[in-house]
C-alpha cells in the first residue's frame, strides 16, 4: 500500500493515518471539520486534502449513521480505489451503503475493537490498534481485490483480522461492547447526586466500571440507535438477572431462614457466573490465561520509576503476562501490578525485594493451579486517572 485517504479525523481515523503513515503510506486527510484535519496533520498523520489521484484505500471513519451517505459521496470525487469503515455497528451500514447508491464491490464493513472514552484527533495513538481484534464483515457484493487491501490495511495497524459477516457482528457487540456502554452508565448515573463526603470514597473499583461512561453522547446515542434490537435483548437478560439479584438481597435482610438460604444461593451464583464470563476474555486479547498471579510493587511518583522497574524485571528474567498501574493523580505514589505464573510470582518477588523495590506481600501459589480472576490489557493511569496503554 503507497496511499491512503482518511476521512474523518478523530479518534480512530487520526489513529489509523497515524499507524500508516509511521509504515510510509501516505495519508491523505479529509473531515467535515477542517480543524480537526488540520489537527491530525500537525500530529504528523499525513496531508490534508484529497489525493491526486485515487488512492489505493479509503477509511471512512465518521459516525456509523454517516457512512452510507460518505461513501456514496467519495465514490462520486474518485477519493480511492476501494473503501472501508470502522463504525462500531455493521448492519445498518451496510444496508445504508446500498441505499445511497453506492458501489458496493469496492467496499467492505470494518470495525477495529480498540478505542477510548475520549474523541477528536489530539487523543489519537499510533499504537491503539497493536495486537488487537479488527472485524471486517465483507458483504455479498464485496470484491477480493477489496478484502485484500482492507487485510493490509488492519495488518499495517497491527491488528488481527477477523473475518464475521455484518449480522453476526452486530449480535456479540452487542454483549461485548454496547450493553456494557449502558451499564457503565446507569451506574455513573447512580453517581450524580451523592455528597461530596460519599463521592470522595469512590475508589478505582467505580472508576473501573465507569470509565466509558466518560465517551462522547452523540457518537454513543448513533452507535446505540444502530444496534437498538441487539442491545435491548442483552439488556433485557440483564434486567432479569437485576430483578433476581434485589430479590435475593432483600429476602437476605429479611427474618425467614429459607428465604435467606435462597438468598444466599442466588448471590453465589451470579458472582460465580460474573467470574466464568471474566475468565472468558481474560489474557492478552487472544487466548484466555486463566493462570497468572499478581506481584504488586510500590514505586515513587518520579519521572523513569515504572521503566526502571521494567528494567530490573527484564535483567532478572522475569516474563511479565500483563501489567497495571494504579496511580491516584496527586498521590506520591503508584501502585504496579505485574502478572506472572504462580510458580515464579514467590521467586520473583523475593529478587525484586533484593533489588530494593518494595514488594507486597505475595502468596504462595507454588502448589496446585487456581485460576486467576485479574488479567486483560497492559495499561496505565495517567494523571487525570484515565487508563492509557502501557
Ligand atoms: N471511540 C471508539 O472507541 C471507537 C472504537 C472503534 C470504532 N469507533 C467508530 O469509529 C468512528 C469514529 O469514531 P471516533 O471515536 O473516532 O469519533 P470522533 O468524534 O473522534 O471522530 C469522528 C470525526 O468524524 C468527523 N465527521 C463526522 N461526520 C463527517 C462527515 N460527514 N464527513 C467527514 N467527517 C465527518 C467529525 O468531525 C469527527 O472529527 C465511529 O463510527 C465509531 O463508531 C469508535
Ligand atoms: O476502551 C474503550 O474505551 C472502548 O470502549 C472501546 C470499544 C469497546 O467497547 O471495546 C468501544 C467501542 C468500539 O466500537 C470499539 C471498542
Redesign the pocket.
Known sequence: MRTAAVVGTGLIGTSIALALTRHGVTVYLADADVSAARTAAALGAGLVGGPPVPADIAVLAVPPARVGAVLAEQQRRRLARCYTDVA?VKGGPEREVAAAGADAAVFIGG?P?????RSGPLAACATLFEERTWVLSPSAHTGRDTLNRALELVALCGAVPVLMDSEAHDRAVAVV?HA??VVAALMAARLQHLSPDAVRLAGQGVRDVTR?AD?DVRLWSDILESNATAVADVLEEVAGDLIGTVAALRALAGEDTGARAGGTARLADLLTRGLAGRGAIAGKHKTPDLTCVPVRIRIGDQPGELARLLGTASELGINIEDMSIDHTPDKPSGLVELMVSPTAALGMAQRLKDCGWRVQRVADHSGPRTPSRRTGTATRRDRTGARTAA
Do not use: D, F, V, Y
Open positions: 462500531s470495525h475493537m480498540a478505542g477510548r472514552e461492547s456494557p456502554h466509558i465517551g
